[in-house]
């Protein structure tokens, strides 16, 4: 069990009724990983997360958490989890909110003076009922409560939605913490930027099933380049097509994406046309994600 | 963790239980100031005597037992305004507790930590009885401060302690049937209005079977049957009810649980 990944899933599946909402996953999250878990709307981001909770029955395939059965409450007690939709109850203080989640998960909220004070959370906030609480104060919150007991494993879902610029960052410092500890972050997102920034490697998911799985370098050395080149003649764009897919051809001007393995070729044909400026975008993980969802 | 659980659901629910709980002692006080005025004493037996059945059958009582001062302090523990006040925290502290919690999405953040789902359905159940237990002793209070203040010849609270009972024991059950309800539900709304049309139906039933014979073979599906103060007044609890009370909250706690831990959440 000492040696299980913090997250193992194999062939796990939801259906709600005969729609689809999780299909055949299967994937490791390794110990000590900051793993993003990419994709858009109904893709079955938050499904795998309830999942791994046990929060709801697998219509298939089976989930470990930190090496017991999902289903297991044993080791809720080392994980911390953010809700996608954060609900507090309203009448409840913030002090009072997180002193119950605190007692509930069973360890002392080490980690939470660290975290108020980094997320710019005070006493005079706490003191207050949640329900006076923003949007964004209530995002910190969740926060708090998720991390507050120092759990082994995080699974954070949308975990800036919310959330200012400077807060934002404040959140990559605590996930950069977290990472220096030794403790597993699962973080389900939109926010492309933010994944390619924190995480190690990176799922995504559509309609339900994994597209693609890897490190954020090699999942954006797999994408194709964004070749636009300038010509100061009339060229033929067919004469290049064989390269890569043409996005755009005019007779001065063409802009195709090549994969990493033909960009060689293409620059040394390029070379012998009458070229008067080539432009080659390296693929950003938005590039990547967009590719996978067209 | 049942502990930690019970006492969120106290920290919830104790601003309504104060005024649930004051209104009840309050109310059985006032019951006390009736029974021992001879001129509401006498018009009540006027009165009584002249009501149609149904409104005696309405009132659970015999004539005789309730016009005489004992009996018109117990009308206080069958008087409507008695039964919706435990009646509202029979349904929404169940209703809360599960459903509730999943229709807010804050079970969520309660089922993630190392809480099993039979220990939830144990601290709604801990929470559901406590809180009966002091709206019903608040009621008992109320009659024991009436009395005390005023003493009415050969009547003391101490009679009243079966009628408690029987009350807490009425309501325990409904309760346990609000649990199963709610952990059946994804929604309060969904618990209140069935816990509530459930407990509604169980009292036209009882009534209605009372003042119409051809009900009266299904008058024992009512919970409210086995809830008699004056008989309780005259000869104590009856292991029967006592039975049917028990049986009931068993049977619906057992489906609870087992539906609570399969369920999605």
Known sequence: MADAPPIRTRGLAKRYGRVPALEDLSLDVEAGEVFGFLGPNGAGKTTTIRLLLGLIRPSGGEATLLGRPARSVAAHADVGFLPGDMAFWPRLSGAETLDFLAAATGRPPSQRPFLLQRLGLGDAELARPVRTYSDGMKQKLGLVQALQCAPRLALLDEPTKGLDPLVQQAFYGIVADLKARGATVFLSSHVLSEVERVCDRVAMLRAGRLVSLGDVESLRRAERRRVTAEFGADVDPASLAHFGELVAALPRRIEMLVAQEQVTALVARLGMLPLADLVIERPSLEDAFLEHYR | ?265
């Open chain 2, 1 to 265: 963790m049942i502990a930690v659980l019970f006492r969120h659901h106290v920290r919830l629910h104790r601003v309504p239980l104060l005024p649930l709980a004051a209104g009840l002692a309050l109310f059985e006080w006032i019951m006390t100031f009736v029974a021992r005025e001879p001129a509401v004493s006498g018009f009540l037996t006027s009165a009584l005597r002249a009501a149609p059945p149904q409104f005696l059958a309405l009132l659970n009582q015999e004539l005789v037992a309730t016009v005489s001062p004992q009996g018109i302090i117990g009308v206080g523990y069958t008087h409507p305004f008695t039964l919706v006040m435990m009646a509202v925290w029979a349904v929404r502290v169940p209703s809360a507790a599960l459903a509730g919690e999943i229709g807010r999405g804050t079970m969520d953040l309660v089922a993630a930590r190392p809480v099993a789902r039979y220990q939830q359905v144990a601290a709604a159940l801990l929470a559901l009885l406590a809180g009966l237990a002091i709206l019903a002793a608040a009621a008992w209070l109320g009659t024991f401060g009436g009395l005390a203040g005023r003493p009415l010849e050969g009547v003391t609270a101490w009679h009243y302690l079966p009628v408690v009972a029987a009350l807490w024991m009425l309501f325990a059950s409904a309760g346990a049937v609000a649990i199963l309800v709610s952990a059946l539900a994804r929604e309060a709304g969904t618990a209140i209005a069935w816990t509530s049309g459930l407990m509604a139906a169980s009292y036209v039933l009882d009534y209605a079977a009372r003042v119409w014979s051809r009900l009266a073979p299904i008058r024992p599906l009512s919970l409210f049957r086995y809830y008699e103060p004056q008989r309780l007044l005259s000869s104590g609890l009856a292991g029967e009810d006592v039975l049917v009370f028990a049986a009931v909250a068993v049977v619906a706690l057992a489906a609870a649980f087992v539906v609570f831990a399969r369920r999605d959440l």
